[in-house]
T-cell receptor
Framework: AQSVTQPDIHITVSEGASLELRCNYS??????LFWYVQSPGQGLQLLLK??????LVQGIKGFEAEFKRSQSSFNLRKPSVHWSDAAEYFC??????????????FGRGTQLTVWP | EPEVTQTPSHQVTQMGQEVILRCVPI?????FYWYRQILGQKVEFLVS????????KSEIFDDQFSVERPDGSNFTLKIRSTKLEDSAMYFC??????????FGEGSRLTVL
């Protein structure tokens, strides 16, 4: 069965500290992997995606993620967190369906709090 | 920057009432989706829509749900007879062929 696990429900870091949010997935086909961010009252904004190729992908706002097939993981990282990064982060997995993307399976999300 | 817009942002309704949630996808997008998130739970896929028909639907998307693209710009989700468990945030999304989904800000539905 397809699923995504984000083991950390809530993470708190100090501004300027490094960040790693964990994501593990279970998916039968070659996965497409995504990280989305949601600020209060906002929609889901795509941070980055992995379809194929280089397993280290760069995204917006200084985020990066590394796809590790052997560990079924797609962890999100940022070297130095800013207060504006406080939000909820969702990992998602899907696959191509015809000419576009099939359904995405989301994790439960990790709430990030940033201390000044 | 083009964006997906959803209305209403919040709707409160009585159990058994019909609800229509509206979405305006990005104008040159071809594929449209509805997802929902019950409070405290995962974001869940409901349905995808392409070329004026449903291309995929989840087990959640039963006969109480329907989607329509009535006029070439709007994309609607109708819930015929709402239940308490339909209370959730409903997200519309759209994409071209790239597979990058663009989500709206969501419509919060509260069923009393």
């Amino acid at each position: 069965a397809q699923s995504v696990t984000q083991p950390d429900i809530h993470i708190t870091v100090s501004e300027g500290a490094s960040l790693e949010l964990r994501c593990n997935y279970s998916y039968g086909a070659t996965p497409y992997l995504f990280w989305y961010v949601q600020s209060p009252g906002q929609g889901l904004q795509l941070l980055l995606k992995y379809f194929s190729g280089d397993t280290l992908v760069q995204g917006i706002k200084g985020f990066e993620a590394e796809f590790k097939r052997s560990q079924s993981s797609f962890n999100l990282r940022k070297p130095s967190v800013h207060w504006s990064d406080a939000a909820e982060y969702f990992c998602a997995v899907g696959a191509r369906r015809g000419s576009t993307l099939g359904r995405l399976y989301f994790g439960r999300g990790t709430q990030l709090t940033v201390w000044p | 920057e083009p964006e997906v817009t959803q209305t209403p942002s919040h709707q409160v309704t009585q159990m058994g009432q019909e609800v229509i949630l509206r979405c305006v996808p990005i104008s040159n997008h071809l594929y449209f989706y509805w997802y929902r998130q019950i409070l405290g739970q995962k974001v869940e896929f409901l349905v995808s829509f392409y070329n004026n028909e449903i291309s995929e639907k989840s087990e959640i998307f039963d006969d109480q749900f329907s989607v329509e693209r009535p006029d070439g710009s709007n994309f609607t989700l109708k819930i015929r007879s709402t239940k308490l468990e339909d209370s959730a945030m409903y997200f519309c999304a759209s994409t071209r062929e790239t597979g990058e989904l663009f989500f709206g800000e969501g419509s919060r539905l509260t069923v009393l």
